[in-house]
């Protein structure tokens, strides 16, 4: 199996990346193909499909922000079982992400996450592929060591409608013990990471606002 960047829109492993993830991911999850052009060229993102015998089976997303010393998984897709994606993934992705902060000079402290929360997901199939069900994901990032942040969650929608979308948690894998999260830190996270999308929901707005008056915010079990 193959551990490919995709660093513009007019890769055919983009397409086919893309195509998964909107066989995958409702709709207010997934930006519009032509918007993703800028964001392939940033440096500070990687998007990397697997692709086995020439055919994309699965993708990931992922930043390091060293300034915060954090990382960020968007998403991990799994698109076909019983080829091993899920460990793959993971482990090429954390191998990039040490490397990337020690070619950075800094540490990495910890990588966030939205997870589903499979008690409140409605109608999501997740284009009926078992391990994309979220309940499966869960207790896969419950082992690996994710936990969630005491706080109410939402998210602006990538629709760029302005809308809040719900039904996730942001979870966090310390790579430092640690059972809280200094608030200031994840308002500052959440304030960098969607600054690209400039309509924000008030509930997003006052969400992010709360935090940052937090001294800690608790790390949960999931």
């Known amino acids: 199996m193959e551990f490919i960047r995709i660093t513009s829109i007019?890769?055919?492993?983009?397409?086919?990346?893309?195509?998964?993830?909107?066989?995958?991911?409702?709709?207010?999850?997934?930006?519009?193909?032509?918007?993703?052009?800028?964001?392939?060229?940033?440096?500070?993102?990687?998007?990397?499909?697997?692709?086995e015998r020439g055919q994309v089976v699965g993708a990931t997303e992922y930043?390091?922000?060293?300034?915060?010393?954090?990382?960020?998984?968007?998403?991990?897709?799994?698109?076909?079982?019983?080829?091993?994606?899920?460990?793959?993934?993971?482990?090429?992705?954390?191998?990039?992400?040490?490397?990337?902060?020690?070619?950075?000079?800094?540490?990495?402290?910890?990588?966030f996450a939205e997870i589903y929360n499979p008690y409140l997901i409605?109608?999501?199939?997740?284009?009926?592929?078992?391990?994309?069900?979220?309940?499966?994901?869960?207790?896969?990032?419950a082992h690996l060591g994710y936990r969630k942040l005491d706080m109410d969650y939402v998210h602006p929608s990538w629709l760029g409608d302005g809308e809040a979308v719900g039904e996730l948690d942001l979870c966090y894998l310390p790579y430092e013990e640690t059972d809280t999260l200094p608030g200031s830190l994840v308002a500052q996270f959440l304030t960098t990471y969607y600054a690209i999308l400039p309509n924000k929901p008030?509930?997003?707005?006052?969400?992010v606002e709360k935090a940052g008056t937090r001294q800690q915010i608790p790390l949960l079990p999931i």
Do not use: C
């Open 202 to 207: 008030a509930a997003w707005t006052e969400m």
């Open 122 to 141: 409605q109608d999501h199939s997740f284009g009926g592929i078992k391990p994309m069900d979220p309940f499966v994901r869960r207790e896969v990032l």
């Open 63 to 111: 930043r390091y922000y060293p300034e915060m010393e954090v990382a960020m998984t968007d998403f991990t897709i799994i698109g076909r079982e019983g080829l091993g994606i899920g460990p793959f993934l993971a482990q090429r992705r954390q191998q990039e992400l040490n490397e990337w902060a020690v070619g950075s000079g800094r540490r990495l402290k910890g990588m």
């Open 10 to 51: 007019h890769d055919p492993y983009f397409a086919a990346m893309h195509r998964l993830m909107q066989e995958v991911f409702p709709p207010e999850e997934v930006l519009e193909a032509p918007l993703w052009e800028e964001p392939l060229q940033d440096n500070g993102l990687r998007v990397y499909v697997a692709v």
